[in-house]
């Protein structure tokens, strides 16, 4: 299958009928296909196939096999870090394909795409560069002082990596990058609307020669998924999505201990104060609620700003998320594109009828955006007059949908931030680094930046409530595939 597009790189891909389980690429066992959908211009772009649940047992079983008595799990860090070198290494001709496949599936820009599926290359890089300075082995002296005990981090087994559609390569990259590492083997399970990146990935590890069953990859709905959640073939699922669904997938795993990390939902809290740079803190916040049309997890979805700089705030945000170019995500001169599918518009549209249902004032956007007519295209949308207790300020949207609620004072901004059910991500602007300190230790969220929205991998990202469980990048995204043995001698 290949995917041409004007001045665009092919998207080759030599196995979208099949799944690869083993080391092999197969055939889906009843036959199943799955249609993927631009989201500019609404029609079909590729169809891969659809695992049943005899699929995704194969895939279990295969990456089973490989961890009980394959040479993965056995071989040194070292060993291992060289083969993921060198899966990195057969991905890197591969990203031009990867990057437009983002933009193909869900409308990503192209001038972003590069950036942010780089990302995802970086995650085999680091982890591999990890192996030699990560705490694999640690003797300690027993505190009887009768002995000595050894503590070792192991493979935590068989792995089921399930992305979202959203940033498909990059997270499932940041799933399967430590999981290698740490010595366990990988069933891929991508979303149903973006599986063409996992398919890249699962030719990578073809070519890169790595052992059977070390990687798998089958694509399923949902009543497949499921199983692969449930399967006593699995010891820890790594999920990134919603809360629903991780709300089933913990349960699933409770009931048979399995490990789990989960990634889940956002409302983040930008926290404005009075000593803030009110120009630099209104461009940062246009440009994030309208980074991939606000389909991000930790996107800074809900203003809380102080009264004495209230009105500046909302104007200079007003002027700023109406300056943002919606279009073509393939036009160098857009800055955002469409909503990812149909359905993410209609919630979109949704929320903004509540929110005018709930009595917050609409002061920018709230319709399709004019003269697109193809596309899942919307407009960014500006509400005030939001209060704590309104579905707005509450429940993720997952659209270019940001929302002002207004505060007092510091400590009740503080209050306000932490009135939500989720805790993943946050952010403080005012002029003090100090000042930023000592707000950021009392909202209760996992990643908190000033005056900015930024990110590092090398540091831990996860969240508090119902954002989560688990956390991933850095020394705590390895260890979150291990388990700790301790050797007592």
Same mark, same amino acid.
């Given at each position: 299958?290949?995917l041409?597009?004007?001045?665009a790189p ?11 389980i083993?080391?092999t690429w197969?055939?889906p066992?009843d ?9 500019h ?12 649940v005899?699929d995704?047992e194969h ?7 490989a961890?009980?008595?394959g =040479?993965?799990?056995?071989?040194? =860090?070292?060993?291992r ?5 060198r899966?990195?290494?057969a991905l890197?001709?591969?990203m031009?394909e990867i990057a ?5 599936q869900?409308?990503a820009l ?6 942010v599926?780089?990302?995802g ?8 560069d ?8 640690r003797?300690v002296?027993?505190?009887?002082g009768?002995?000595?005990a050894r503590i070792v981090?192991?493979p ?9 559609w ?10 399967v990058?430590p999981?290698? $590492? ?7 399970k991508?979303?149903p609307?973006t ?8 030719e990578?590890?073809?070519?890169a ?6 990687i798998?990859?089958?694509?399923a ?13 699995i ?11 991780g709300r089933t997938i ?7 201990f ?8 956002g ?11 009110i ?16 389909q ?9 700003v ?7 705030l ?5 002027a700023?998320m109406?300056?943002?170019?919606v279009?073509?995500?393939s ?9 990812? $599918?149909q ?6 549209e949704?929320f ?5 249902a709930?009595g917050?004032?609409?002061?920018l ?6 003269g697109?007519d193809r596309?899942?295209?919307f407009d ?19 659209? =270019? ?9 510091e400590?009740?901004a503080i209050?306000?931030a ?6 993943l991500y946050?952010?403080?602007f005012?002029a003090?680094?100090e ?8 909202v ?6 000033h ?5 590092d991998p090398s540091?831990p990202?996860?969240g ?6 688990g ?5 705590a995204g390895?260890s979150?595939?291990?388990?700790t ?5």
């Open positions: 299958m290949t041409d597009a004007p001045d092919s998207i080759v891909i030599e196995h979208p009928d099949q799944h690869y083993g080391g197969v055939a066992r036959g199943g296909r799955i249609s993927v959908v631009s989201a211009s609404e029609e079909e772009i590729a169809v891969v196939a659809d695992a049943s005899a995704v895939a279990a079983q295969a990456a089973r096999t961890f009980d008595h =040479p993965w799990p056995r071989m040194s =860090p070292e060993e870090a060289g083969h993921v070198r899966l990195s290494e890197a001709p591969r031009p437009q496949a983002w933009v193909d869900i409308g192209a001038t972003a795409a590069p950036f599926t780089g990302g290359k970086f995650w085999f890089d680091y982890y591999a990890l192996a030699s300075r990560f705490d694999w082995i003797d002296s027993r505190f009887d009768q002995g000595s981090r192991e935590a087994g068989v792995v089921a990596a399930i992305a979202p959203n940033n498909p390569f990059g997270i499932m990259a940041g799933k990058a999981a290698l $590492m740490a010595g366990c083997t990988v069933v891929m991508p979303a609307e599986p063409l990146e996992a398919y890249i990935l699962a990578a590890a073809d070519a020669g790595l052992p059977d069953g070390v798998n990859l089958v694509c709905g949902r009543e497949a998924s499921e199983r692969l959640v449930r399967s006593s073939l010891d820890k699922v790594s999920f990134t999505g919603s809360v629903a669904a913990g349960m699933a795993c409770a009931e048979r399995a490990r789990c990390t989960l990634e889940l939902g409302k983040s809290a930008a926290i404005v104060l009075e000593d803030a740079d120009a630099h803190a209104a461009r940062v916040l246009a440009s994030v609620i309208t980074l991939s049309a606000g991000v997890c930790a996107t800074l979805s809900r203003v809380v102080v009264d004495a700089v209230h009105d500046r909302v104007e200079a945000l007003a700023e109406a300056a943002v170019r279009g073509d995500p036009d160098p001169s857009s800055q955002m594109g469409p909503l990812a $599918m359905r993410q518009r209609n919630r979109v949704e903004v009828a509540i929110g005018q709930e917050a004032r609409l002061v956007g709230g319709t399709r955006t004019a697109l596309g899942w295209y960014p949308t500006l509400f005030i007059g939001v209060t704590s207790d309104m579905r707005l300020a509450r429940e993720e949207i997952f659209g =270019p949908v940001q929302v002002v609620l207004r505060a007092r004072d400590a009740e209050r306000l932490n009135d939500s059910d989720f805790g946050g952010a403080v005012c003090d680094p000042r930023a300190y000592t707000v950021a230790r009392q209760r969220t996992g990643t908190i930046a005056n900015g929205f930024l990110f540091l990202f996860g508090f409530k119902h954002s989560g469980i956390r991933e990048g850095g020394d390895q979150s595939f291990t388990e043995k301790s050797i007592i001698f």
